[in-house]
């Protein structure tokens, strides 16, 4: 049984950093696209992030990119996100999601994902 657990969320002022993590279980990580998304209420599921199977290849959303970055340590099976210059409307519930996919790329849409952790929120303050 595939498990996906998300940590690291938390309260962060604006301009701040907060590393969230991802670690999984009965799957072959090395074999998987690993990505973020975020939902803030009311509004849509979207991508923040997602990592091809080896780590080479990876794409982010427009509103993270340059401030967020996403690796990802197969020893480990944990995906990560580091969340630098935090603003008010990253505040979300982050998930992560994983795809079986030998390719080397990643998967930018939800639909493609067939596993989901629980989500950690994270909250910036203005």
């Not at 950093?17 to 939902?39: E, N, V």
């Amino acid at each position: 049984q595939v498990h996906l657990v998300e940590s690291g969320g938390g309260l962060v002022q604006t301009g701040g950093s907060l590393r969230l993590s991802c670690t999984g279980s009965g799957l072959t990580f090395d074999g998987y696209t690993i990505a973020w998304f975020r939902q803030a209420p009311g509004k849509e599921r979207e991508v923040v992030s997602c990592v091809s199977r080896s780590g080479a290849a990876t794409r982010y959303g427009d509103t993270v990119r340059g401030r967020f970055t996403i690796s990802r340590d197969n020893a480990k099976n944990t995906l990560y996100l580091q969340m630098n210059s935090l603003k008010p409307e990253d505040t979300a519930m982050y998930y992560c999601a994983a795809a079986p996919n030998l390719g080397s790329f990643c998967y930018d849409s939800q639909y493609e994902y067939d596993y989901w952790g629980q989500g950690t929120q994270v909250s910036v303050s203005s």
